[in-house]
């Protein structure tokens, strides 16, 4: 067994990683707590080798991104009911040679949607905050992916009705099955209207490198529709682009980016994340990669 004798040591693990802006974000965190702390982008082939192995260097938290946030609920031998739910895991926390995988994507879409929401539906929330039962509000998701997974149950732990549209219908039923949401096929939203008080588009078109256009349709946008990506490279997706000309209010990929980490850092580190700091360092990171945000 190694323990880093310096700094405790963090991190994230998929493929490809180097593009992350989680780094910045953790180290500015650690940094600003005053822990000495280090936290790595590592690109892995092979989670069932390579988690142990970080274990064994001493790595005690580790966030997991695409493709393994599936493959990683097989490495831990503790799962919480958040990723036994989803199906995945964005977090590994170590004890000893045992790794414990929790979800903090679908905190980082309900702390993305609550501030938004409070000032575009305050009647949703009482006095103290808290999501009121029966509040009527309605969501359209577009994509039935792992990203889906995570939406689709924040969305259901806020009571909010939800609409799932996918190109591969399969896919959709399955995920309609497992949160209780409708199904909608991808090529019927033509012919819908502005009628879901919540648009959240969940698909890698618009990604930074793939196609530089949206696939969903203008007429579904509007004033008092709240259109959120969970995309956050580039930080004004062709959706949110679009959105932003019919007048819906927008919420940016990478607020949902902030408050998964913040979830992530206070989950290993037992005390509150320093969020304002994490936020500078992703919007100075942001704006170094696009200009004016
Ligand atoms: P992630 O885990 O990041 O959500 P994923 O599991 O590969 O990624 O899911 C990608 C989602 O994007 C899927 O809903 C996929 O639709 P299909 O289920 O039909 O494959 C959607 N998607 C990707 N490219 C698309 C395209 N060109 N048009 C429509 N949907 C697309």
């Not at 790794?99 to 903090?104: D, E, R, S, V």
């Not at 033509?190 to 969940?202: E, G, R, Y």
């Not at 206070?266 to 969020?275: C, F, T």
Request: net charge negative.
């Amino acid at each position: 067994m190694i323990r880093p004798a310096q700094e405790r040591l963090f991190g994230v693990i998929g493929r490809p990683v180097a593009h992350s802006l989680s780094p910045v974000m953790m180290n500015r965190a650690f940094d600003a707590l005053g822990i000495a702390c280090r936290y790595l982008a590592m690109e892995i082939t092979d989670p069932t080798h390579d988690i142990p192995l970080l274990g064994a260097v001493g790595f005690e938290g580790l966030s997991v991104t695409v493709p393994y946030k599936e493959e990683v609920l097989t490495v831990a031998t503790q799962v919480e009911d958040d990723a036994v739910q989803i199906g995945a895991a964005n977090t590994l926390k170590r004890t000893g040679s045992s790794w414990t995988a929790k979800n903090t994507d679908w905190i980082g879409v309900v702390q993305a949607l609550r501030g938004t929401m409070q000032t575009t539906y305050p009647e949703m929330f009482s006095p103290m905050g808290e999501v009121l039962p029966h509040h009527s509000k309605r969501a359209l998701v577009i994509g039935a992916g792992g990203a889906a997974r995570a939406v689709c149950f924040a969305l259901r732990s806020m009571g909010i009705h939800t609409t799932i549209a996918n190109r591969t219908l399969e896919k959709a039923e399955a995920l309609c099955e497992r949160f209780h949401c409708d199904l909608m096929p991808l090529d019927h939203l033509s012919q819908a209207d502005a009628s879901w008080h919540l648009v959240i588009h969940t698909t890698s078109v618009g990604m930074e490198g793939s196609h530089n256009h949206t696939i969903v349709p203008p007429q579904i946008l509007g004033p008092g529709v709240i259109a959120m990506d969970v995309v956050y490279t580039p930080h004004w997706t062709p959706f949110l682009t679009a959105a932003k000309e019919r007048g819906c209010e927008i919420i940016h990929g990478s607020a949902m980016l902030l408050a998964q980490g913040v979830a992530q850092l206070e989950w290993w580190l037992g005390m509150r994340a320093p969020i304002e700091t994490m936020q500078e360092a992703l919007e100075e990171a942001l704006k170094r990669r696009y200009g004016a945000l």
